[in-house]
C-alpha cells in the first residue's frame, strides 16, 4: 500500500519488514469449525506443562501514580515509591492505577478496537499486512511453515515515529478511529514517560536519562490483540510466553476477562485485571539499559471457552537510531556490562525476525557471556 510512497522517498530500511507466513484468523476459524483446533495450534505438554495458573499468594504489585507524582519529601510518595522499586527489581511487571488517563478516553479506545474486530472480515482485511510490514492486521511472529500458531488475531499499527507511521492502514471505521487513537496515544506517552523519570530517580540515574536515551522520535507501537473463545484451553495459547521486545509496556487487559500470566518463581501467577489499570512490564531494552538491574519477564495470553478477550498493548521504544546500551552509572567491577551494546533497529530485526520464545531473543542478540 501507500507505505512504498514512504519508503521510495527515503534511502531507509524498515526493520519490521519481514517475511511473516500468512495465516488464517482465528476469529473466522472459531467461528466456521468451533469445535475443531487444528494441529496446529495444539501445544505438547511439554510445552504447557500447566496451562492454569496454581494457586498463588502471589500478586503483582499494583502503585498508585497519584502517590508517585506528590512532591519528592512526601512520606506517601516514598513509600510509593519503594513499592515501585521493589516492583521493577522482583517482578518486572506492576500495575498502575489513577494514572490521570480519562476513564471515557479508555472506554473508547477499547470502543473503536471492539469496533473494529467486529466488522466483516473483509472490512478487516482491507487492512491486512502487505509485503511483510509488520502493520496490519493478521499474526504476527509466524516466521516459517511449520511453526506453531497463537489463538489469536492481531492488528498492529505504528503510532509514534516519524519514518514508520503509516496512516494509510488505520482504520477508518469507526470514523473516530485515528482520533481516538491519537488521543490515547499521548496520554499513554505521558504516563510511560512519568514512569520513565521514576525509573531514572529509582535507579540514582538523572530522572531524564531514559527521555533523553529515547531521541527526539521515539517509537511507539500498538497492538490490538483479540482471542476468541476456544472450546480446549488446555491445549493452546492465546500468546506464546515471551517477553517484550520494547523498553517498557503498558497494557490494557479486558475488564472482564482474564488471561494474563506472568512467570514469577518458575510459576505462572495470574495477573487479575483491575478496572482501568495499566499492566506495565520491563521489556528486553530496558534490560539491556539498566544492565539487568530490571529485567523483562516471561509473560503469555491464555484462552478461554465462554469469552472472547480483548487486549491493547502500547511498546514505547526509544527512536530508531538510537544506541542502547548499558548506562555507565549501572556498570561497574561489581556489576560488569552483560549486554553488548547495539543500534536499536538491529534488534527489532532480529526480534521480527524469531519466534516468540521466552526470553531467547535478548539472551541469543545482546547478552554477552562471562
Ligand atoms: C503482548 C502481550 C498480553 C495480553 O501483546 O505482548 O503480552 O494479555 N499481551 O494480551
Ligand atoms: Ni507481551
Same mark, same amino acid.
Given at each position: 500500500?501507500?507505505?512504498?510512497?514512504?519508503?521510495a522517498?527515503?534511502?531507509?530500511?524498515?526493520?519490521?519488514?519481514?517475511?511473516?507466513?500468512?495465516?488464517?484468523?482465528?476469529?473466522?476459524?472459531? @467461528?466456521? %469449525?468451533?469445535?475443531?483446533?487444528?494441529q496446529?495450534?495444539?501445544?505438547?505438554?511439554?510445552?504447557?506443562?500447566?496451562?492454569?495458573?496454581?494457586?498463588?499468594?502471589?500478586?503483582?504489585?499494583?502503585?498508585?501514580?497519584?502517590?508517585?507524582?506528590l512532591p519528592?519529601?512526601?512520606?506517601?510518595r516514598?513509600?510509593?515509591?519503594? @513499592?515501585?522499586?521493589?516492583? #521493577?527489581?522482583?517482578?518486572?511487571?506492576?500495575?498502575?492505577?489513577?494514572?490521570?488517563i480519562?476513564?471515557?478516553?479508555?472506554?473508547r479506545m477499547?470502543?473503536?478496537v471492539?469496533?473494529?474486530?467486529?466488522?466483516?472480515?473483509?472490512?478487516?482485511?482491507?487492512?491486512?499486512?502487505?509485503?511483510?510490514?509488520?502493520?496490519?492486521?493478521?499474526?504476527?511472529?509466524v516466521?516459517?511453515?511449520?511453526?506453531k500458531?497463537?489463538?489469536?488475531?492481531?492488528?498492529?499499527?505504528?503510532v509514534?515515529?516519524?519514518?514508520?507511521?503509516?496512516?494509510?492502514?488505520?482504520?477508518t471505521?469507526p470514523?473516530?478511529?485515528?482520533?481516538?487513537?491519537?488521543?490515547?496515544?499521548?496520554?499513554?506517552?505521558?504516563?510511560?514517560?512519568?514512569?520513565?523519570?521514576?525509573?531514572?530517580?529509582?535507579?540514582?540515574?538523572?530522572?531524564?536519562?531514559?527521555? +533523553? %536515551?529515547?531521541?527526539?522520535?521515539p517509537?511507539?507501537?500498538m497492538?490490538?490483540?483479540?482471542?476468541?473463545? #476456544?472450546?480446549?484451553?488446555?491445549l493452546?495459547?492465546?500468546?506464546?510466553?515471551?517477553?517484550?521486545?520494547?523498553?517498557?509496556?503498558?497494557?490494557?487487559?479486558?475488564?472482564?476477562?482474564?488471561?494474563?500470566?506472568?512467570?514469577?518463581?518458575?510459576?505462572?501467577?495470574?495477573?487479575?485485571?483491575?478496572?482501568y489499570?495499566?499492566v506495565?512490564?520491563?521489556?528486553?531494552?530496558?534490560?539491556?539499559?539498566?544492565?539487568?538491574?530490571y529485567?523483562?519477564?516471561?509473560h503469555?495470553?491464555?484462552?478461554? %471457552?465462554?469469552k472472547?478477550?480483548?487486549?491493547?498493548?502500547m511498546? +514505547?521504544?526509544p527512536?530508531?537510531?538510537?544506541?542502547?546500551?548499558?548506562?555507565?552509572?549501572?556498570?561497574?567491577?561489581?556489576?560488569?556490562s552483560? +549486554?553488548?551494546?547495539?543500534?536499536?533497529?538491529?534488534?527489532i530485526?532480529?526480534?521480527?525476525?524469531?519466534?516468540?520464545?521466552?526470553?531467547k531473543?535478548?539472551?541469543?542478540?545482546?547478552?554477552? #557471556?562471562?
Amino acid at each position: 500500500m501507500a507505505s512504498s510512497a514512504i519508503h521510495a522517498a527515503e534511502p531507509f530500511s524498515n526493520p519490521f519488514q519481514n517475511n511473516f507466513v500468512p495465516v488464517e484468523s482465528v476469529q473466522e476459524l472459531a @467461528i466456521k %469449525k468451533p469445535n475443531d483446533i487444528p494441529q496446529r495450534y495444539i501445544r505438547s505438554e511439554d510445552e504447557m506443562p500447566s496451562s492454569t495458573p496454581l494457586p498463588s499468594v502471589l500478586r503483582v504489585p499494583v502503585v498508585d501514580m497519584e502517590k508517585l507524582l506528590l512532591p519528592s519529601e512526601n512520606h506517601e510518595r516514598q513509600k510509593e515509591i519503594g @513499592i515501585l522499586s521493589k516492583a #521493577c527489581v522482583e517482578w518486572g511487571f506492576f500495575q498502575v492505577v489513577n494514572h490521570g488517563i480519562p476513564h471515557s478516553l479508555i472506554d473508547r479506545m477499547r470502543g473503536v478496537v471492539d469496533e473494529f474486530f467486529s466488522l466483516p472480515m473483509d472490512g478487516k482485511k482491507r487492512y491486512a499486512k502487505q509485503g511483510g510490514d509488520v502493520q496490519g492486521y493478521g499474526n504476527l511472529f509466524v516466521v516459517d511453515e511449520d511453526q506453531k500458531l497463537d489463538w489469536g488475531d492481531l492488528m498492529t499499527l505504528v503510532v509514534m515515529s516519524k519514518k514508520l507511521m503509516n496512516l494509510s492502514l488505520w482504520p477508518t471505521t469507526p470514523s473516530d478511529f485515528r482520533n481516538t487513537v491519537e488521543r490515547y496515544t499521548a496520554e499513554v506517552e505521558r504516563v510511560a514517560q512519568a514512569i520513565l523519570g521514576l525509573f531514572g530517580e529509582n535507579l540514582q540515574l538523572k530522572s531524564d536519562y531514559f527521555k +533523553y %536515551k529515547f531521541g527526539e522520535d521515539p517509537l511507539m507501537t500498538m497492538r490490538m490483540n483479540l482471542y476468541p473463545p #476456544c472450546p480446549r484451553p488446555d491445549l493452546v495459547f492465546g500468546l506464546s510466553p515471551h517477553s517484550d521486545g520494547d523498553a517498557i509496556t503498558l497494557l490494557l487487559q479486558d475488564d472482564q476477562v482474564e488471561g494474563l500470566h506472568v512467570r514469577k518463581n518458575n510459576e505462572w501467577i495470574l495477573i487479575q485485571p483491575i478496572p482501568y489499570a495499566f499492566v506495565v512490564n520491563i521489556g528486553d531494552l530496558m534490560e539491556v539499559m539498566t544492565n539487568g538491574r530490571y529485567k523483562s519477564i516471561e509473560h503469555r495470553a491464555m484462552t478461554n %471457552k465462554e469469552k472472547a478477550r480483548l487486549s491493547i498493548a502500547m511498546f +514505547y521504544h526509544p527512536g530508531l537510531d538510537e544506541e542502547v546500551a548499558p548506562a555507565s552509572n549501572l556498570v561497574d567491577e561489581e556489576h560488569p556490562s552483560l +549486554y553488548k551494546k547495539f543500534r536499536h533497529q538491529e534488534y527489532i530485526r532480529y526480534y521480527m525476525a524469531t519466534r516468540l520464545n521466552g526470553k531467547k531473543s535478548l539472551a541469543d542478540f545482546a547478552r554477552v #557471556c562471562e
